[in-house]
Nanobody
Framework: QVQLVESGGGLVQAGGSLRLSCAAS????????MGWFRQAPGKGREFVAS????????SYADSVRGRFIISRENARNTLNLQMNSLKPEDTAVYYCAAKYKSSTWDYWGQGTQVTVSS
């Protein structure tokens, strides 16, 4: 049974930081591409960041590049997202996702709420 469980969300003031984690199980985490997405109220889900299976290749949305850092710990089946210099427009539900040799994301977590107050 595939599980992706996000944690670390919460309420933070603008300029602050949060660290999200995603605990994965039930699939080959260490050879899967992992990603973070977010969905703000009234908007569609958007890509935030992704990381290759070995961690050597990362990609970021323009809106978060330079502020967010995606990382992974394959030995612990864990994906992380360090979010710095948070802005009110970063407020959203954040989801982790996984894919393996696929053009689409195969697995999704339930999401964790991040709220940034101004």
């Amino acid at each position: 049974q595939v599980q992706l469980v996000e944690s670390g969300g919460g309420l933070v003031q603008a300029g602050g930081s949060l660290r999200l984690s995603c605990a994965a199980s039930g699939f080959a985490f260490s050879i899967s591409t992992m990603g973070w997405f977010r969905q703000a109220p009234g908007k569609g889900r958007e890509f935030v960041a992704s990381i290759s299976w070995g961690g050597g290749t990362t990609s970021y949305a323009d809106s978060v590049r330079g502020r967010f850092i995606i990382s992974r710990e394959n030995a612990r089946n864990t994906l992380n997202l360090q979010m710095n210099s948070l802005k009110p427009e970063d407020t959203a539900v954040y989801y982790c996702a996984a894919k393996y040799k696929s053009s689409t994301w195969d697995y999704w977590g339930q999401g964790t709420q991040v709220t940034v107050s101004s």
